[in-house]
């Protein structure tokens, strides 16, 4: 018997926008323990038992943007600014090595920082020396740039990028996201969504998601962004709760006018119930149960959303003495711990659920198997 391709795979569980809709409302807990064990199973069907640990690297606080819900945001002269330098990547990816990790994730604020070029080449250095030292794969999440730099940094040897769109809503993104200025490097493709497909071409597995309950997002906005998940056929999927951020406009209600009558209500539910439809709409997808929700509730945040359709955490292995300076929003679950510490919780954790802690690079199987579609 011939295995079942992605596409046929997918539309097993196809939804319609009003299907999700009516499950992004729903409210009776039958109806719900329905969800959460619909997503399980599918999860265990498409990706398995294995709970894949990515250890994630705040690489640098320093941002050219100035999002509206971000704590990192260039107009906020509050956090103290910092790049890590590449020996100090390196030593930390060598820790998530030894910790047993199969990827890292470096992530930063849009760091355009003169030499912009320069740092592009810097990072390409960093990248393949943590490649030739280690087996890790890598992940990249550095915000939009040109497909120069994404296609130096792939041919380094970055397996992954992870560019969550935020919302498919173009107005509201426009609103909360406004336009950076240009860089030395040139003019900058601003649709998030371009930029994936780029890069896709690249050769990138590809990540994306959005924050659930944003001031402005409607409930038929949040459905669409899940719609728009299965059509950009997505190797990982990353959402979490808006979290308001007190040295931000969202944060002071500096924004009238921008909520609508059909905004959307986040409560203890709903960040689960983006991960569990996530799951049913793009069953082969590597789906994190996110820092933002073990922020929400950080005793059971986690191992929910690992039960409701997820298949990765990503454990912070900052170095403790940056965490508190990458403030993207207030209270960041593992703050202050040191990297082992956040290690050795995530594993407790992934035991506490029966569950086993995935091997090697976890690569998304919708990538696996597209490599011979
Ligand atoms: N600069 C890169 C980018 O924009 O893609 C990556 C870093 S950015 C800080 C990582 C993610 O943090 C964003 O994609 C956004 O969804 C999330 N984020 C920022 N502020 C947040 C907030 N107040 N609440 C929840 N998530 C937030």
Known sequence: MGRTSVKEQRLQYTMNRDEIKAWLLENSPKKLEELWQKADSVRQENVGEAVFLR?????????????????????????ERYRMTSDELLKTATLAQNLGYGTIVMQSGEDWSPPADSAADEMAETITKIKQTTNLAVTLSLGER??????????????????RFETSNAALFQRLHPP???????????????LLKNLRKIGYEIGSGVMVGLPGQTWDDLARDIELFAELDLDMIGCGPFLSHPDTPLGQN?????????????????????????????PMA????T????????????????????????????????????????????SFESPEETHGWAVRQIEELGRTVGQGAGTSP???????C
Request: hydrophobic share 35%; net charge positive.
């Open 55 to 79: 250890g994630l690297i705040e690489i640098s606080n320093i941002c050219r943007r100035n999002c509206l819900y971000c704590g990192i945001r260039a107009g906020n002269p509050k956090p």
């Open 254 to 282: 500096n924004e009238p006018g921008i909520a609508s009558p059909d905004q959307v209500i986040l409560d203890e539910h709903l960040p689960f119930k983006v991960i569990a439809l996530s799951r049913l709409v793009c």
């Open 146 to 163: 040109s497909e120069e730099d994404y296609r130096l940094w792939f041919e380094a040897g970055a397996n992954r990028y992870l560019l």
């Open 291 to 334: 820092t933002a929700i073990a922020t929400l509730d950080p005793r059971h945040g986690r191992l929910l959303g690992l039960s409701r359709g997820a298949n990765v955490i990503m454990p912070n292995l900052t170095p403790t003495k940056y965490r508190k300076m990458y403030e993207i929003y207030p209270n960041k679950a593992a």
């Open 286 to 289: 590597n789906i994190p149960s």
């Open 366 to 372: 919708r990538f696996l198997r597209c490599l011979d």
């Open 180 to 194: 950076a200025q240009h860089s030395s490097s040139g003019e900058m493709a601003e649709n998030r969504l371009t």
